[in-house]
Antibody, heavy 127, light 106 residues
Framework: QITLRESGPTQLKPTQTLTLTCTFSGFSLTTGGVGVVWLRQSPGKAPEWLAHLYWNEDERYSPSLESRLTVTTGTSKNQVVLTLTNVDPVDTATYYCAHSFDYYDNRGYLSSAFDVWGQGTVVTVSS | AIQLTQSPSSLSASVGDRVTITCRAS??????FAWFQQKPGKPPQLLIYDASTLESGVPSRFSGSGTGTDFTLTIDSLQPEDLATYYCQHFDTYLSSFGQGTRVDI
């Protein structure tokens, strides 16, 4: 059974750096076709994709946030860490990590599905 | 970036109804398209991926279809537990975007 759990600070002040840890079980990030995705969701809004760490250590970021985001493996083999620098009140949201698996779409392109999500962690940015 | 527009933004239906939610892309896209269900206070749950593949464990009353720019989620025989917000999502060249959501009330 795949499970993921997000952890980190619940409150930050503007300009600080947000560091969140995703601790997972039931899969290995070294298995081909597997990945961990970070997303966030503001109240009443749709989820927003932030970053994706693939099994082969490839990293992908949302273009609008790329300069502020970093995703890495943690100190344990079952952890992925997201760092968001220079936070602002607009970064207030519930942050999720999710397991992803790869498949080929109808054009033969590699795609990913986000099939198991953590419960999320609420982060508030306020002075 | 590809924009996804869902319609309607909300709907009210009765138990047993057939419900259809549409998502239109700003340009033609591949089948790398998914639908999620989100209940209040819970994370989104994957229902459909690759436009029409039902995720394991999801009831068969949910189905997805579409190609090009128009994609559809259909719920046959709506159940009380289907009260939720539904989101479409596209994955393209390692980037992902979501529709704005459709709230389903019963």
């Amino acid at each position: 059974q795949i499970t993921l759990r997000e952890s980190g600070p619940t409150q930050l002040k503007p300009t600080q750096t947000l560091t969140l840890t995703c601790t997972f079980s039931g899969f290995s990030l070294t298995t081909g076709g597997v990945g961990v995705v970070w997303l966030r969701q503001s109240p009443g809004k749709a989820p927003e994709w932030l970053a994706h760490l693939y099994w082969n250590e490839d990293e992908r970021y949302s273009p609008s946030l790329e300069s502020r985001l970093t995703v890495t493996t943690g100190t344990s083999k079952n952890q992925v860490v997201l760092t968001l620098t220079n936070v602002d009140p607009v970064d207030t949201a519930t942050y999720y990590c999710a397991h992803s698996f790869d498949y080929y779409d109808n054009r033969g392109y590699l795609s990913s599905a986000f099939d198991v999500w953590g419960q999320g962690t609420v982060v508030t940015v306020s002075s | 970036a590809i924009q996804l527009t869902q319609s309607p933004s909300s709907l009210s239906a009765s138990v047993g109804d057939r419900v259809t939610i549409t998502c239109r892309a700003s340009q033609g896209i591949s089948s790398a398209f998914a639908w999620f269900q989100q209940k209040p206070g819970k994370p989104p749950q994957l229902l459909i991926y690759d436009a029409s593949t039902l995720e394991s464990g999801v009831p068969s009353r949910f189905s997805g279809s579409g190609t090009g720019t128009d994609f559809t989620l259909t719920i046959d025989s709506l159940q009380p537990e289907d009260l939720a917000t539904y989101y479409c999502q596209h994955f393209d060249t390692y980037l992902s975007s979501f529709g704005q959501g459709t709230r389903v009330d019963i």
